[in-house]
């Protein structure tokens, strides 16, 4: 029976793992990040744009305080900075979770399908809870944030501790991210990366691929973008 070959044939189409960004991937909190950026800059009576604001996409939150620093008049230190800007995001995540379209279905489905799924972010511990919490328990076997490792994204490291803490094969997981350093990082970890550009453009870059929505994507989906 062609229903019965096609089932068969499902689980091996299965990745061993899937690692999602958080920021402009899972959730659409990059309008936020932007709205502190500015609201920081300007009661040091500094002018933030969003030319500015772009350029920290997908960074590593310190690098981002250094931007931030370099272009304004703000005298604090480069955690003083993220702990302000962290402080308003969260406020605004604890009031409202942006889900991207075609997340949360398809980190359901991965679940009910037994794929185990880590959280991979430049955000630190405290906005990376306030977002998990409002997901049904144990949607993420791993979470790694920005304040966890020594090296952000670009650098490999993130997704590197990721699939370690899962006990699974770099090749043979897939990442999902929106930014440029996100994909370079899990691209140079050596997974397979879908970009689904969202705020800033992603260069075309040899093992990934893009795509314009995860709306519709089944966990079987997944390996056949690849073929």
């Given amino acids: 029976m062609p229903g019965s070959s096609n089932a068969s044939d499902a689980p091996s189409r299965l990745p061993a793992a899937v690692l999602w960004d958080m920021d402009g991937t899972l959730v659409d909190t990059e309008p936020y990040w932007m709205a502190e950026e500015r609201s920081l800059v300007e009661r040091y009576g500094g002018v933030w744009t969003d030319e500015h604001a772009l350029q920290l996409v997908g960074n590593d939150l310190l690098v981002s305080a250094e931007y931030i620093l370099a272009h304004s008049p703000i005298e604090l230190m480069p955690t003083e900075v993220v702990h302000e800007l962290l402080g308003g995001v969260v406020a605004r995540v604890t009031d409202h979770v942006p889900w991207r379209p075609g997340a949360r279905e398809l980190l359901a489905s991965l679940v009910a399908q037994g794929v185990p799924c880590a959280l991979v972010t430049m955000s630190w511990e405290s906005l990376a809870n306030a977002v998990v919490k409002n997901l049904p328990k144990g949607s993420f076997t791993a979470v790694i944030t920005g304040d966890v490792v020594s090296h952000g994204k670009p650098h490999p490291e993130p997704y590197l501790a990721a699939a370690r803490l899962l ?22 970890a050596g997974i397979q990366t879908i970009a689904v550009p969202h705020h800033v453009a992603v260069p075309e870059t040899p093992g990934a691929v893009q795509i314009p929505t995860l709306v519709g994507l089944t966990p079987q989906d997944l390996r056949s973008l690849f073929d």
């Fill in 167 to 188: 006990g699974v094969d770099l090749g043979a997981c897939i990442a999902i991210e929106d930014s440029p350093p996100g994909v370079a990082s899990a691209v140079a």
